[in-house]
């Protein structure tokens, strides 16, 4: 197979960065996420055959990462730490070529029992989401009642361990937008970046409004009045977070302003659900099937081929369009597609 090609797509974005989810479970039912009511008991979550196995993922991997240029790959879901020996794919997607880093989202649950296994698997990197420091806060924002300190339990093994770690907290208006500042307060103080991300319209269960999206001007506001920081470069282009550091230190923070300030013109993401869809944007309404193909006699070369003509034809840029018509629009859920 020729090695390291770089396809662009429509408005000449590259595709560096694969996001892999490997299960539509989850154990919380975050609220803006997997509403309880909508995901209960008889939800049809995807049947074990119908997920892409890890030999099938490894050998999708590949063919990004040496025919479209892929470089980084972050692991998510649902809840990852959901599908068994998770371990075993990192390792597999560890030993390809070209693979310059490996990441994973999660909501930390699971993290004490897994940390040690991953970090030795050859993932680099966790970002972990919490949304508050309140127990009653964050036990109605999961769904299911889960303590603050299961979560920082999960953060404290997988810094232990070695793995860099950063904190996501979505924010949503009237919801957790008064715990800013104790969240931005703590993980200054425990050296970890905290990355605020605006509610966002994902899927259609979760009731979006508009009103409830508390932006990204307001959240820095919010936190310069008390502690004031500046405005500083992406690490490299493409970036999703804006960054910002503490004047007088080196702490930092960031905000994924997917909502108010769009970032679309960068990006270069993909995302491949568990069950083998390809998306090339989070907010699209349908994907590209991979796993009939990957499943039929085609060879690398002709996968390589059906994969690069998508993305050459990608013309996503949502956030840039977003509207009232477009909100409403249906689109995959942020559970199936991955965050
Ligand atoms: N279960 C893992 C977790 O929560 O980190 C990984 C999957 S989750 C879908 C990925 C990220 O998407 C999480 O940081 C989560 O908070 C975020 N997310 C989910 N729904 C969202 C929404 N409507 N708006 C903004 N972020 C959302
Ligand atoms: Fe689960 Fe993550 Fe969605 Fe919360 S945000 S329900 S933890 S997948
Ligand atoms: Fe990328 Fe789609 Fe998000 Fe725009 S809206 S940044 S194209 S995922």
Redesign the pocket.
């Known amino acids: 197979m020729k090695t390291t090609n770089t396809i662009n797509d429509y408005f000449n974005r590259p595709l560096r960065d694969l996001r892999i989810s490997v299960t539509d479970k ?1 154990n ?1 039912r ?1 609220t ?2 997997m509403p309880a009511e909508i995901f209960g008991p008889d939800y049809p979550f995807l049947k074990r055959n119908e997920l892409l196995s890890y030999e099938e993922i490894e050998r999708l991997t590949k063919i990004f990462v040496h025919s479209l240029g892929v470089q980084k790959i972050r692991i ?5 730490l959901m599908r068994k020996d998770l371990p075993n794919l990192i390792n597999k997607i560890k030993q390809i070529n070209g693979v310059c880093d490996i990441a994973m ?4 649950s699971l993290l004490p029992k897994h940390a040690q296994a991953l970090k030795e698997a050859g993932l680099s990197r966790v ?3 919490l ?1 508050s420091l309140n127990d009653e806060v964050f036990g109605k924002i999961n769904g299911r009642g889960v303590t603050v300190k299961a979560v920082m339990d999960g953060i404290e093994a997988a810094a232990e361990v070695g793995l860099k770690v950063k904190i ?1 907290m ?1 924010v949503k208006r009237g919801m957790n937008d008064h715990e800013i500042i104790p969240m931005a307060k703590y993980f200054r103080e425990k050296g970890h970046i905290l990355r605020f ?7 259609n269960t ?1 009731k ?1 409004n508009l009103k409830d999206v508390y932006p990204k001007r307001q959240i820095i506001e919010d936190i310069d009045q008390i502690m004031p920081v500046e405005a500083i470069d992406p690490n490299y282009t493409g970036e999703v977070a804006s960054r910002y550091r503490y004047i007088g230190s080196d702490a930092e923070i960031g905000v994924i302003s ?1 909502v108010s300030d769009a970032f679309c013109s960068t990006c270069n993401r993909a995302r491949l659900s568990a069950n083998g869809t390809l998306y090339t944007c989070l907010f699209a309404s349908k994907g590209h099937d991979l796993r009939d193909p990957l499943r039929s006699k085609l060879s690398d070369e002709q996968l390589a081929e059906y994969l690069q003509t998508i993305w050459h034809g990608r013309k996503d840029r949502y956030s840039v369009e977003r509207s009232e018509s477009t909100t409403k629009r249906t689109k995959i859920e ?2 199936h597609i ?2």
């Open positions: 989850c919380f975050c803006y996420c998510t879901g649902g809840e990852p989202t999660t909501n930390g970002s972990i989401s949304d996501n979505v991300i605006e509610y966002m319209d994902v899927g979760n979006w997917s942020m559970s991955g965050g």
